[in-house]
């Protein structure tokens, strides 16, 4: 059964950093793409950045271009989102999900996480 386990979340400032995991099992990794989406408060679901089983990057949002940036380590099933320059606006739920291969629409991932928090306050 394909899982996805996401960690890393908490409180911090603006300004701060955090590291994000995705850990994964039950699948082979190498031929996934895995996408972090976010939810905020009040709003939709919305896509943040994805990395393709070739390694190629898709951000959904421009605005966490230059701050935002994701990795893969096959050999350790994980995922990482590395959060730099973190603004009140990032505060949000934060999923990775599975898709085969390629980034796609948030609408066609198929395995997801349960979420970790994610709050940018003073």
């Known amino acids: 059964q394909p899982q996805l386990v996401e960690s890393g979340g908490g409180l911090v400032q603006p300004g701060g950093s955090l590291r994000l995991s995705c850990a994964t099992s039950?699948?082979?990794?190498?031929?996934?793409?895995i996408g972090w989406f976010r939810q905020a408060p009040g709003k939709e679901r919305e896509g943040v950045i994805c990395?393709?089983?070739?390694?190629?990057?898709?951000h959904y949002t421009d605005s966490v271009k230059g701050r935002f940036t994701i990795s893969r380590d096959n050999a350790k099933n994980t995922v990482y989102l590395q959060m730099n320059s973190l603004k009140q606006e990032d505060t949000a739920v934060y999923y990775c999900?599975?898709?085969?291969?390629?980034?796609?629409?948030?609408?066609?991932?198929?395995?997801w996480g349960q979420g970790t928090q994610v709050t940018v306050s003073s």
């Open positions: 999900a599975a898709e085969w291969a390629m980034c796609v629409t948030m609408s066609r991932f198929e395995y």
């Open positions: 039950g699948f082979t990794l190498d031929y996934y793409a």
């Open positions: 990395i393709s089983s070739d390694d190629d990057i898709t």
